[in-house]
């Protein structure tokens, strides 16, 4: 899911577009582009050789059409290809994406000679596996600290940053799922006070993100939130907390909402919740099993 | 998903698998034999052309092997084959199951001289809709009743029945949900009781089958069901519907259980129906996205 340094030239979007999609075995499933923050996320999917060969094409077409010294938007980066996640699909595990992220790294300062950091599961060092932490101080302040503070060191290359493209940070993480819930009250407090209390970092659920605001032209406050491992929380949780809180509240839920896309995964721990399925495992979805025992014979 | 008039010798129905798993394209799913009822169904899966060929295939291996003239079992059969229903998955229709039904009524009649009744969606007349009353009177009530009334004539072929292999009930249908909830209480008239309520031949629910029913040995009963139609009536609110009467009778849902396979899409409607997703369908989900895209990419 790289994350360009570019979210206005529609054409220039376009062309890193393609870098991707030119490589065979690799899909583009979604792109958004903001033009406050000028930035654009690509995400793809394939399996490991082409998703590595994509993501450094993607690379040498974002330095070569990106200049990150020139770029102006309200969201922090470092380089042109800003940051380099990769997320485990399927039968794909973090340990894969995280070999992959070094493969990646290791190749683009090769190839590119510019600079990279590793970050979250990738993370070389402990001060290294929160993102807000590599990025901190932007392009600017970043390409002076290196100068002067070793501790800066990019993982491969530097210590300098790439005059125009800053340094890439590379990393691996399990999926991340944007889910909101609607309330039927204009009342933004009650969201803000239950956000507070179902997120990880006041005492909430474990991996979960959550901000409270108002949906002003629906008269509905939302809970907007960020699962970042939906196997340790899983989505029915989260939804079974969000509505016991708001009872108290002597409020209902509207509706629930996901953002972009969300691994099928997800859908079968829903399910199993939901109806408190005894013994079910995702080999009982048919169209899976179809799956499991084609690729068994094809193996043959 | 043919029906097999033998459950007793493993020999046999290891040979009937094999005569259909011999068929490139096709993969056995699952396979069951009861030695009561003196019979197993085999599911297999594939696209309509191997689909079409192996269920010949089955049906050729199974008037080799059974003579439904000397079977003996609690379970009603007209054929050593007896029904052969077809069932869309995946991006299949109902349709298309009626079409490939037809096609593999004709090819067994025209190379294997069995005759044909179809049943369920593929049934070309309506007293031939349900299963039961085309199989009324078994094999031998059917083969004397074929030769004085003509509303018995087989759809293809015929009059007669085969001596060995008796006639082939050849239908379409939609697939269906095996699905049971269990209650926390040992007193069977509650469960009977919510089946009764909920079951459609009583007014209940569309699409739902139900039975009351004692688990002795773990001290709960248990609603068992069929559901014919998921889509018309989902998993999710067969069981909102259970916990309310069962809240009535002051009593809880232990859990509940799927038998056998289940469609993906079937998880998919649970999955929006119990977090009240708005704006929820199949092309959200990751896995769905990207087969989607790369069938598109292929047909290029």
């Known amino acids: 899911m790289p994350n360009f340094s570019e979210g206005r030239e529609l054409a220039r979007v376009n062309a890193l577009e393609l870098a991707i999609s030119s490589v065979a075995g690799v899909v583009v499933l979604h ?11 690509i995400t793809f999917a394939g399996k490991p050789e082409p998703v590595l060969e994509a993501a450094v094409r993607a690379t040498a077409k974002a330095v070569e059409l990106i200049d990150v010294s020139r770029h102006q938007g309200v969201h922090p980066r470092v380089g042109a290809l800003d940051v380099l996640p990769f997320v485990p699909l399927g039968p794909a595990t973090l340990a894969e994406c995280v070999e ?3 493969k990646a790294g290791q190749r683009i300062w090769n190839e590119l000679r510019i600079p990279i950091y590793f970050y979250g599961a990738a993370a070389t060092r402990p001060d290294r596996m929160k993102l807000e932490d590599v990025r901190r101080g932007e392009f600017e302040g970043l390409a002076q600290a ?27 993480r399990k999926i991340l799922i944007a889910y909101n819930i609607n309330l ?20 909430g659920l474990k991996a979960v993100k959550a901000l409270g605001l108002p949906l002003t032209s629906r008269g ?26 708001a009872t108290l509240h002597g409020v209902e839920i509207e ?16 399910t199993a919740a939901s109806l408190k399925l005894s013994d079910f495992d995702s080999q009982r979805v048919i169209e899976n099993r179809i799956e499991t025992l084609s690729r068994a014979i094809h193996k043959r």
């Open 184 to 203: 039927k009250t204009k009342d933004v407090r009650i969201a803000k006070s239950i956000a507070k209390q179902i997120r990880e970092s006041s005492g």
């Open 220 to 245: 509905l406050v939302q809970i907007s939130m960020n699962l970042t491992d939906y196997e340790q929380t899983p989505i029915p949780v989260v939804y079974a907390e969000v509505s016991r809180l």
């Open 31 to 41: 792109r958004t582009s903001d033009p406050d923050h000028n930035r654009s996320v």
């Open 100 to 102: 992959l992220a070094h």
């Open 146 to 172: 290196v100068t002067v503070d070793q501790t800066k060191t990019p993982d491969f290359g530097g210590p300098n940053l790439h005059p125009r493209a800053g340094a890439v940070i590379v990393g691996a």
């Open 255 to 270: 509706e629930s909402e996901l953002i972009g896309l969300v691994p099928r995964k997800a859908l079968e721990m829903t």
